[in-house]
């Protein structure tokens, strides 16, 4: 039961960090992506799933980046 409490907290923690934060700061890279005032953006490292994300899309397109 203590294990099943202990994940139930956690996973409310999670769900909060996704809906409180993420979602604010995809909306405001969005924002910032469609005015134009950047070419580039740098993924922190810690950012595995979009790394992995924008590594797929570069091979489906045949692009090649040395730094991905």
Do not use: C, M, W
């Not at 996704?18 to 490292?45: H, T």
Request: aromatic share 8%.
């Amino acid at each position: 039961e203590a294990q099943h409490e202990f994940a139930r907290k956690a996973q409310a923690i999670a769900r909060l960090g996704v809906e409180q934060e993420d979602y604010k700061v995809g909306f405001d890279i969005q924002s910032a992506v469609a005015s134009g005032a950047n070419e580039e953006f740098i993924f922190g490292r810690n950012e595995l799933s979009l790394h992995h994300f924008h590594r797929t899309v570069d091979e489906l397109i045949g692009a090649h980046n040395p730094q991905s």
